[in-house]
């Protein structure tokens, strides 16, 4: 597989994020409709004046998406708004590998070289990267290198949560490609977020995005009562303040749900 084969597989995925596009795949049920509304009633009215208090407080835009995985509680907030998507798009992408590789196109072996060279769309100019300006800089370190498909995936509002949930409950693709794509998304290296606000010990697959004044973090949080989070943060200069926001609202939801 080539680079300019793989960017095209991730920009593919780009264009259809949303849970309608989503649901034109099969290994990837959409969710909502009556069911998602009734489950909504369960929620505590303090609950949610209490979350949209503190997010009120911080000036900040934050986008929430909370479902437990039994479905029984969930709450929403600007959870159909856009906002940038940062890395956190690489769930999805992370998703149509797995389908690809059960479909026979693509091998997790694949050796894949690392470049940091792109080509503009607009007028085909040279480009690249800057290591500053991304969260995952550990990839800048393998330019030049071969890495395989595998080891890249662990590199790499509603819509998002469907395709945590789908993983989290062995529908992405199948149980075997699920069970792989939790135990990538367990080995996350920025913790600062959803599981700082969490017990000591408690197991998160999630995935982190940041760019300027953006800060996001999608978990399955393998609580006493699991849960799907999502939350994106807009408008915070500094991360460390928009980490602690997120870890506030993860021990709100934490202590509601369980």
């Excluded at 998304?185 to 913790?191: D, E, S, V």
Aim: hydrophobic share 45%; with cysteine.
């Amino acid at each position: 597989m080539t680079p300019r084969h793989f960017l095209a597989l991730i920009l593919g995925f780009a264009v259809f994020s949303s849970p309608f596009a989503f649901a034109q795949y099969g290994h990837i049920p959409a969710s909502g409709g009556d069911g998602a509304k009734a489950a909504a009633k369960l929620v505590d009215e303090k609950f949610a004046a209490d979350i949209s208090s503190r997010i009120e407080r911080s000036g900040a835009d934050v986008g929430v998406a909370f479902r437990t995985l039994d479905g029984k509680m969930e709450w929403f907030s600007r959870a159909d708004e856009v906002f940038h998507a940062a890395s956190t798009m690489k769930v999805p992408v992370m998703i149509e590998l797995f389908h690809q590789v059960r479909e026979g196109k693509l091998k997790l072996d694949d050796p894949l070289s690392i470049q940091n060279e792109f080509h503009s769309l607009v007028d085909g100019s040279v480009y690249t990267l800057d290591a500053t300006d991304d969260s995952e800089s550990d990839l800048y370190k393998a330019v030049g290198q071969i890495r395989t498909l595998s080891q890249l995936c662990e590199l790499m509002m509603r819509g998002l949560l469907i395709l945590l949930e789908a993983i989290a409950k062995g529908q992405a693709v199948d149980p075997d490609s699920s069970r792989q794509m939790v135990d990538i998304l367990t080995r996350q290296k920025f913790n600062e977020a959803i599981p700082a606000g969490l017990p000591a010990g408690t197991r998160v697959a999630h995935k982190t995005g940041e760019l300027t004044k953006i800060h996001h973090d999608a978990a399955i949080v393998y609580a006493p009562r699991p849960f799907v989070l999502v939350l994106l943060v807009r408008g915070m200069a500094e991360s460390k303040d928009s980490a602690a926001l997120m870890a506030d609202i993860t021990r709100r939801i934490y202590q509601s749900a369980q």
